[in-house]
């Protein structure tokens, strides 16, 4: 890794690859994933992608999704999701994803709370071959550097401006600094703090945690949503989702007598609900999945990956039920950003499960998750692009990176770099007042915490750091329950 870099995604999904193919290609990239690059939630969606099909569905898409969402959802934010989902979809078969179809015709299906077929899908891994693929032509950037097994500790900040990213890396204690001219979050979700979740453990809310830290400001971060049908299993372990298409396909669910107790199609907090229910009525761990009910297609060919899975833990999917139950498994809330996926710090940016951009609302529907990844990562990296100096965020002069060999700190007019025509004087690119970039060698945690917003003790004891941020979490998730039932409390009294 360099010191600094014009972009700093963090994150290898969808939303992190989407930002990084969108930037112009002479943007200096740096990616950074926690883990192996296919250890993201992108990777792990199986249903499909929505779409707008025609705009005679423009109407009944928006309700679906406010419905669902309990109608606090941000209205603009759907709309423009909406929109740009035929854009998007184009976009990713132009980078050869490939979409079930008949002789060349796309075909759509239908999940819970929908109500019409206008999702697209690849098999039972949809997720896979659409990150898959946006992955490969990230990785044939020569302006992208990508570093696995890279850890965000903190950001580099002051006076709410982001100026880069605090990396520790799997062979090094000492947490590196580097710089950067605009960092995006894309690092997913918070399933990691939770004992039974369908997200990979590594995604333990890193940027909540440092939001919280720094004052970034978070919306809805209570609303968590519970998959109602994931396979049942004693072991200690990811949990392993079973589509919302299966349901979609005609599969029933059938309490301990194997008596059908509720509409499949409900939304998910809805169908969790009456799950939860069925099972502490007929005091059980799970409740059963009837796959044989589906009738319409080839289950083995439209669901190859939940069969053999099914089939490995002992179920035959063509004979058997199979026992499932509700597990966390997406985060509606997260932090807050605007239509151009900006949050309430400069030069900071955040899209995918990580991010509220309020398209959501309470609930999100069914197979919305990637699209509005998609959707607002192209929207950050246009933005960047078209706005390298953030104007419209800051009152204060970006000192421009190039001019200073990629030297990202802020100053005023007076505080920018020293331009003089004395050869004795200092070069151009050092900055007079902090020249961490230019120093030799690098400055140390304890130097640049003189100047930032760091804490190098916490640091120094990643386990300890990591059980704070879990800790800090969780708080927050709380404190927000209960402002939220104070709310209601005095609207109804």
Known sequence: MKRYYDVIIVGSGVAGCFTALHLPSGTDILMITKGDVEESDSYLAQGGICVLKDDKDYDSFFEDTLRAGHYENRKDSVDMMIRESRAVIEELMGEGVEFANQDGDLIYTREGAHSTNRILYHEDVTGREITSKLVARVMKLPNVE???????????????????????????????????G???????????????????????????????LHHITLEHINYVQIHPTVLYSKKHERRFLISESVRGEGALLRDKNGERFVNELLPRDLLSKAIYEQMEKDGTEHVWLDLTAITKVDVKKRFPNICQHCLDEGYDVTKDWIPVVPAQHYFMGGVYVDQNSHTSMRHLYAAGEVSCNGVHGANRLASNSLLESLVFAKAAAIYMAAHPDDEEYQGRVRIPSAKLLGFSLFGDNEGGPFETDDKTAPPAHIFIEKGFLSK??????????????????????????????????????????????????????
């Open 146 to 180: 990508l570093v696995t097994h890279a850890m965000m500790i903190d950001i580099i900040c002051r006076d709410n401006v982001c100026d880069g990213v605090l990396i520790r890396l799997e062979d090094q204690k000492e947490p590196v600094p580097v710089f950067a």
């Open 182 to 212: 605009n960092v995006m979050w894309a690092c997913g979700g918070i399933g990691g703090i939770y004992e039974n979740s369908t997200n990979f453990p590594i995604l333990t809310g890193d940027a909540l945690a440092i939001s919280i």
């Open 440 to 493: 030799e060698p690098p400055a140390t945690l304890d130097e640049l915490s003189k100047t930032y917003e760091l804490t190098p003790d916490e640091y120094r004891n990643p386990e300890l750091y990591a059980e704070k941020n879990k800790a800090r979490i969780w708080n927050e998730i709380h404190n927000e329950e209960r402002r939220q039932k104070e709310i209601k409390s005095k609207r109804f009294n």
